[in-house]
């Protein structure tokens, strides 16, 4: 996890965990999912359009 925050920052992790925290407690599982499989795609989405060292 060290090196997708180094390659790619905080921010949007910042983001994406603040929109699940409060999905949470809110107790909206369905938005939790939602929100969790965003995050995950769009990691992986900026992860591969990066260029390798």
């Given amino acids: 996890m060290e090196e ?5 920052g905080t921010a949007d ?3 994406y965990h603040r929109r699940i925290l ?3 407690k ?5 938005l939790v999912a939602d929100v ?3 995050h995950v795609v769009r990691t992986i989405e900026r992860l591969k ?3 390798r060292e």
């Fill in 4 to 8: 997708i925050v180094g390659a790619l």
């Fill in 26 to 30: 809110c107790r909206d599982g369905a």
């Fill in 36 to 38: 969790m499989e965003e």
């Fill in 49 to 51: 359009g990066r260029p």
């Fill in 13 to 15: 992790g910042l983001a």
């Fill in 22 to 24: 409060d999905a949470l």
